[in-house]
């Protein structure tokens, strides 16, 4: 699993790719830490590279979401492969989440 965390266009845009399955939740997460801490930025992750998603992955989304709702910010998921999104979909974050 490999994250590339940037910003583009005055957003913080997360890079995902590989599988975000249980073993990889730690690092992603830690990662994925500066999404937490930006400030007055929409948060964009590309998951086009994202082959699977597991529930603790999910989990880590949800966490963000709530950080950044909490400021004001949006989350967009952009990119989702039919796989992935099929995920969203059976746990019913497809509702939660605005994609691109």
């Given at each position: 699993?490999?994250?590339?965390i940037?910003?583009?266009?005055?957003?913080m845009?997360?890079?995902?790719?590989?599988?975000?399955?249980?073993?990889?939740?730690?690092?992603?997460e830690?990662?994925?830490g500066?999404?937490?801490?930006?400030?007055?930025?929409?948060?964009?992750?590309?998951?086009?590279?994202?082959?699977?998603?597991?529930?603790?992955?999910?989990?880590i989304?949800?966490?963000?979401?709530k950080?950044?709702?909490?400021?004001?910010?949006?989350?967009?998921?952009?990119?989702v492969t039919?796989?992935?999104?099929?995920?969203?979909?059976?746990?019913?974050?497809?509702?939660?989440?605005?994609f691109?």
């Open positions: 699993m490999e994250v590339k940037q910003e583009q266009d005055g957003n845009v997360a890079i995902l790719s590989g599988r975000l399955d249980t073993a990889a939740v730690p690092n992603t830690k990662a994925m500066p999404l937490y801490e930006c400030e007055k930025q929409d948060i964009i992750i590309d998951c086009t590279d994202l082959t699977y998603i597991s529930s603790g992955g999910l989990r989304f949800l966490s963000i979401l950080v950044a709702e909490k400021k004001g910010e949006h989350v967009y998921i952009k990119g039919d796989n992935v999104r099929a995920i969203f979909a059976m746990t019913g974050f497809i509702n939660i989440f605005e691109k």
